[in-house]
């Protein structure tokens, strides 16, 4: 028979008690919690500033705001803010063709010379074509110097259609996929032609009004409401740029909605009841073409389940809409700032649903460096010809300065490789064979090197 020694009887106490409660711990942290954490490590490393709304089952799983909708006043994200949603809004686009199909007023199979004759390639261009991005029109927002110097001034049809119209095709029409915003600029082109009414009132009457989406329009240059976000090109701790606003003219039937989370949840909700479009148009409309795109939607399977989504991106803001159907699941991701983390983000928001495995990015640590050594990589970087970087030491501390920008702060990661926190860019000094240092090597969308010139 054993006999228990009371101190050791003790600790055995204990280490039941400490397994209860962490067994406590982590069954208490909740799929809301798991996707907060996950949100917050990309919002610190200024990689998502906006408004998370997750869906599963029907029910609200988290719905919550970060960062900055303001830097100028100070106001924060949270529920109510309300986005430019960029390529979005393509899928709502796609959504009143298929309305007018279902009305017979159009079908998807007619040619673009029945609304476009003077087109001189219509007559081998469906509506189809465009809704899938199989037409071969020239993409129009790939004409940097329009969309540098005129994007943000409104624009009429004929000049939007004139940066197109006379482009050959770039391949037969079915043949390839090839993303065209000009193709859904059409699209809202057709709508108009067809109902004798302006697109934006269209869309009102025949989904935002009838689902409740009373904080989407068009209009976002011109909105009034404090709700309105400032969308941001560089969002960062030391730097924060505002961007112009896309007129709603240019972006139009392509990525000029607005709207918040709730409201694309208003939107989930009606696709699921086939609320405002059959059920069976619907799955026209989930009908995956080439590199698999339906009608105003990217079709994937995630964990065994159709995934339907659309990301937008449009000046300083990025946006992504997921949808799991068979879960009546939904995932509304939307950034007051230009980031390319939202697919990265909503990937694990569904491994976290499911009970899979996802990973947290990892904040990078900073680490002293002598001053000594900090002083051997001052000097000019020539990273291309006539764009230099001058990198400087005060407080025992690098700075960059690159042609025509402002000083930023460096931050040493190792002894010879330092991040910045103004944007996602990384350089490493690289040394001679005798020890000194002979250059750089820039990483920042790209790699590239840059020779110590003084």
């Not at 049809?157 to 000009?182: C, H, M, V």
């Amino acid at each position: 028979m054993h006999r228990y020694n009371m101190k050791n009887r003790g600790w055995l106490i204990l280490l039941v008690l400490l397994q209860f409660a962490c067994g406590q711990h982590v069954k208490a942290q909740t799929d809301a919690d798991r996707i907060n954490e996950l949100v917050t490590a990309y919002v610190r490393q200024y990689k998502f500033n906006g408004t998370l709304l997750v869906i599963n089952k029907g029910q609200v799983v988290i719905s919550k705001g970060y960062g900055l909708k303001s830097a100028k006043d100070s106001t924060w994200n949270d529920v109510n803010t309300i986005y430019q949603m960029g390529s979005v809004t393509k899928q709502f686009t796609a959504a009143l063709i298929l309305q007018l199909e279902e009305q017979k007023k159009l079908s998807v199979k007619d040619k673009l010379s029945k609304y476009f004759p003077e087109y001189p390639w219509a007559d081998s261009v469906t509506i189809e074509n465009l809704l899938t991005h199989t037409s071969g029109i020239f993409n129009y927002t790939n004409d940097g110097k329009f969309m540098a110097s005129e994007a943000v001034k409104p624009a009429t049809p004929g000049k939007i259609n004139a940066l197109f119209k006379d482009k050959p095709l770039e391949f037969k029409p079915g043949t390839k996929y090839k993303y065209s915003n000009s193709g859904y600029m059409l699209l809202g082109y057709i709508v108009e032609k067809v109902s004798g009414k302006p697109y934006e009132q269209v869309m009102h009457e025949r989904i935002l009004q009838p689902l409740g989406m009373a904080h989407s329009g068009f209009d976002f240059a011109h909105l009034n409401d404090p709700n309105k976000a400032t969308g941001y090109t560089t969002y960062k701790e030391q730097l924060k740029v505002p961007a112009a606003i896309v007129d709603s003219s240019v972006a139009y039937a392509a990525g000029s909605l607005y709207s918040t989370v709730n409201d694309m949840w208003a939107w989930h909700k009606g696709l699921m009841k086939s609320a405002t479009i059959k059920a069976a148009t619907l799955e026209k409309a989930y009908k995956p073409f080439l590199d698999n795109y339906g009608y105003g939607w990217e079709i994937d399977s995630v964990y065994g389940k159709r995934m339907l989504q659309h990301g937008g991106g449009i000046f300083g803001f990025n946006t992504l809409f997921s949808r799991i159907p068979a879960d009546d699941c939904c995932i509304v991701l939307l950034c007051n700032m230009n980031t390319g983390s939202l697919e990265k983000i909503s990937r694990a928001i569904l491994a976290i649903l499911n009970n899979r495995a996802y990973d947290v990015p990892l904040e990078k640590i900073t680490v002293p460096v002598d001053a000594a050594i900090l002083q051997q990589y001052a000097g000019e970087y020539e990273l291309a010809p006539g764009f230099i970087l001058t990198i400087s030491v005060k407080n025992n501390a690098l700075k960059v300065r690159a042609t025509g920008q402002p000083e930023f702060d460096m931050y040493a990661e190792s002894e010879k490789k330092f991040f910045l926190k103004v944007v996602d860019a990384t350089a490493e000094f690289v040394r001679g064979a005798d020890g000194t240092v002979t250059g750089l090597i820039w990483e920042q969308s790209g790699r590239k090197e840059a020779k110590k010139i003084k």
